[in-house]
C-alpha cells in the first residue's frame, strides 16, 4: 500500500521543499529561480543522454574501451569549447538570443539521437551529426546563460551575494541530473520488457526524454522573461534604464588592470582542465568500474541509496535541518513538516531482510547530483560563517582546496584497488564485486571537490572578467572545461592496466595542480 503511496508523497515534498526555497532565500534575484530552472530542463536532458551514452557506444556500435574514450571525451571536448564562439557571438548579438538558438540547436540533436537506427555505418553518420548539434547547441546555451546569471548581481543590493547566488543556481541545475540516471534506466527498461525492444535499441528511448526535457526548458525561459528581463540585451548596448546603468557602471571591474585579470583568469582555467579530467572520470572510468567491478546486487539499508525517491527524502532532511535554525515563521514550520514526514518516508521504504536490490551502472551517476543538492546548505551555510568572522577563504584558495579534496577521491579508489584482477578492455565483462559503498564514498569525496571548485570558479570568472571580454572570458572557461574533457580519454585508455595505475595518475595529476594554484596565489587573491 505504502509504494503506491510513495511517489505521489515524495512529490508533495518536492512542492513543500520549493517553496522552502524561495521563501528561505528570497534575498536573491527573482531572475535566479527562472534562468536556474531553465537550465535544470536542459541539464536533465544532457544527462539522461550522458548517463548511458558510454555503455551505449559498446552494446550499440561494439566499440572497444578505446574507441569509447575517444568518442565521448571529443564529444564533451566540443561541448565544453564552443561556449567559446557562443560567448563571442553573444558580446555582439546579445546573450538572450544565443540562449535560444542554442536550445533550438540542442533540440534537433536529441531528436537526431533518439531514431534507433541500428549499428549501420548510417546509424553512426546520425549520431556523429546528434552530437554536433547537441555540443553547438549547448556551447550557444550553456556559457550565455550563466553569464546572464552573473549580471543579475551587478546591482550593489545583490553583490555580495553572488557566491551564494551561483552556489544556488549551481544546486538547482543538480536537481536535473539527480533524476537523469534513474529516467534512462526506467524508459530503457520499459521499451524492452513492454515494447520489446532490444538492448541496444532501447537506448534512443533515453536519448528521446531529452527531446522532452529541452521543450520544458524553452517554456521555462520564456513565461519567466520578465524576472530577468533587466539583463536581456546586446553585449555593447545598454538595456537598461538610467538608474540601473549607473548602478552597473560603478560595480563592474576596473577596467585599467585588464591585462592583470586576464592574466589571472587564464592561470585559474589552465588548473581547472585537470580538475575536469578528473571529474568527468564518471561518464567513463567510473561507469566501466562501475560495471566490471562492483556488485551487482545491494540488501540492506544501503540498497535504499539506489532509489532515487530516498535520496530526495535525505535532502528534505538536510534542508529541514537547516531551516530550522536559520529561518522564522512559515520556512520554519515547513521545514519541520519536511523532516517529520520525510522520516516517516523513509521508516516505510526501508527493504525487508534479505531482499536484493539489482544495480545497473548508470544508477551510480545520480549520487553526484544529489550530493551537490544536498551539500549546497552545508556549504553556504559554513562559507557565510567564515564570511561573517572575516576568515572566508577567496575563491582561488577554494579552488586549491577542491583540487586537494579530488586527489583524496582518487587515493582511496587507489589503496581500495589493490590486487584487484585487470579489466578486459574490449568486451567490458564483469571481474569483481566491490562493495557499492566504494564508488558511492567516491562520488561524495568528488561531489566535495565539485563544490569547492565549479561554482566558485564561475562566480570568479564573472567578477574578475574585464566587462567588454565577459562572453569571451566565460568562454575561456569552458575552453578550460573541454581540453579537461578531451584528457579524460587518456585514462580511459589506460582501462585494462592495474587500476592502481588508473587512479594514482589521476591522484598525482590532481595533488600538482594543487600545488601550482597555491604557488600564485597572492596574485590570484589581488584580483578576486
Excluded at 146 to 162: C, H, I, T, W
Excluded at 228 to 253: Q, R, W
Excluded at 419 to 448: E, G, R
Aim: glycine letters at 8%.
Amino acid at each position: 500500500m505504502f509504494e503506491v503511496l510513495s511517489t505521489p508523497l515524495i512529490v508533495g515534498l518536492f512542492a513543500i521543499w520549493a517553496c522552502f526555497l524561495i521563501l528561505s532565500y528570497k534575498g536573491q534575484p527573482k531572475g535566479l529561480w527562472t534562468l536556474a530552472l531553465a537550465n535544470t530542463g536542459e541539464r536533465f536532458g544532457y544527462y539522461t543522454m550522458l548517463a548511458v551514452f558510454v555503455l551505449f557506444l559498446g552494446d550499440n556500435f561494439g566499440f572497444d574501451s578505446g574507441w569509447a574514450s575517444e568518442t565521448f571525451s571529443t564529444f564533451l571536448f566540443f561541448v565544453y569549447l564552443l561556449p567559446l564562439l557562443g560567448g563571442i557571438l553573444a558580446d555582439k548579438y546579445g546573450y538572450s538570443r544565443m540562449v535560444v538558438i542554442g536550445i533550438l540547436i540542442m533540440f534537433l540533436g536529441y531528436l537526431i539521437l533518439s531514431v534507433p537506427l541500428g549499428g549501420s555505418s548510417t546509424a553512426l553518420v546520425a549520431m556523429v551529426a546528434g552530437l554536433v548539434f547537441v555540443s553547438l547547441g549547448t556551447g550557444l546555451f550553456k556559457g550565455n546563460l550563466q553569464v546572464m546569471v552573473g549580471d543579475l548581481y551587478n546591482s550593489p543590493e545583490f553583490a555580495d551575494k553572488r557566491d551564494s547566488g551561483f552556489s544556488l543556481f549551481y544546486m538547482a541545475i543538480n536537481v536535473g541530473a539527480l533524476f537523469a540516471p534513474t529516467a534512462a534506466i526506467s524508459i530503457m527498461d520499459w521499451a524492452q520488457q513492454s515494447l520489446n525492444y532490444s538492448k541496444a535499441d532501447s537506448y534512443h528511448f533515453a536519448f528521446a526524454v531529452a527531446c522532452i526535457s529541452v521543450i520544458a526548458s524553452i517554456l521555462i525561459y520564456f513565461l519567466g522573461r520578465k524576472t530577468y528581463a533587466h539583463v536581456i540585451g546586446n553585449g555593447k548596448k545598454a538595456v537598461e534604464t538610467k538608474k540601473t546603468a549607473n548602478v552597473e557602471e560603478a560595480t563592474l571591474p576596473v577596467e585599467n588592470d585588464t591585462k592583470e585579470r586576464i592574466v589571472c583568469l587564464c592561470l585559474v582555467f589552465a588548473v581547472v582542465i585537470f580538475f575536469w579530467m578528473a571529474f568527468h572520470q564518471n561518464g567513463l572510468t567510473l561507469t566501466w568500474f562501475a560495471d566490471e567491478y562492483t556488485a551487482t546486487t545491494s540488501t540492506g539499508i544501503g540498497s535504499m541509496l539506489f532509489d532515487v525517491r530516498n535520496l530526495l527524502a535525505g535532502i528534505f532532511i538536510v534542508y529541514g535541518a537547516f531551516g530550522i535554525f536559520q529561518t522564522k515563521g512559515l520556512p520554519r514550520v515547513l521545514s519541520v513538516v519536511m523532516i517529520i514526514v520525510s522520516i516517516f518516508f523513509l521508516y516505510n521504504m526501508i527493504p525487508a531482510p534479505g531482499v536484493e536490490t539489482q544495480l545497473s551502472a548508470p544508477i551510480y551517476q545520480h549520487f553526484n547530483a544529489c550530493f551537490v543538492v544536498m551539500l549546497t546548505p552545508i556549504s553556504i551555510a559554513l562559507f557565510g560563517w567564515l564570511g561573517k568572522k572575516g576568515k572566508e577563504p577567496k575563491a582561488p584558495v577554494k579552488i586549491g582546496l577542491g583540487m586537494l579534496v579530488a586527489a583524496a577521491a582518487y587515493l582511496m579508489l587507489t589503496v581500495c584497488s589493490v590486487n584487484q584482477p585487470l579489466a578486459d578492455a574490449a568486451k567490458h565483462t564483469h571481474v569483481a564485486d566491490l562493495s557499492p559503498s566504494l564508488l558511492v564514498n567516491a562520488y561524495l569525496i568528488l561531489t566535495f571537490a565539485e563544490l569547492l571548485l565549479s561554482p566558485i570558479g564561475i562566480s570568479f570568472v564573472t567578477k574578475v572578467a574585464p566587462n567588454k571580454y565577459k562572453g569571451m572570458m566565460m568562454g575561456g572557461w569552458f575552453v578550460a572545461t573541454a581540453i579537461g574533457n578531451k584528457l579524460v580519454s587518456i585514462p580511459g585508455h589506460m582501462w585494462g592496466m592495474d587500476l592502481t595505475i588508473v587512479w594514482g595518475t589521476l591522484m598525482v595529476i590532481c595533488l600538482l595542480a594543487a600545488l601550482f594554484i597555491f604557488s600564485i596565489i597572492k596574485k590570484l587573491n589581488k584580483v578576486s
